[in-house]
């Protein structure tokens, strides 16, 4: 099994090339904010935070499952 979502979200912050401050300008997500993501003391962010945040760094999310092939249900 792969990083959770979120270690993987604090993985593309850092390598990113940008500080949490210019992030937190692009996103409008406030710096002590990403601040406590970054850092696990915040374990999760809203879903428009989310958004701003897969957008700012370019992020897109790739399933690693397969479809299942079940149909109808």
């Not at 993987?8 to 949490?20: E, F, V, Y």
Request: charge should be positive; proline fraction near 4%; include cysteine.
């Amino acid at each position: 099994m792969g990083k959770p979502l979120t270690d993987q979200l604090r993985q593309a912050i850092a390598q990113s090339g940008m500080t949490r401050y210019e992030i937190a300008k692009r996103t409008g997500i406030s710096e002590a904010t990403l601040s406590r993501f970054f850092t696990g003391v915040r374990p999760g962010l809203s879903m428009q935070a989310l958004d701003a945040l897969g957008e700012c760094l370019g992020l897109k999310i790739v399933s690693g499952r397969k479809p299942s092939k079940r149909k109808g249900k």
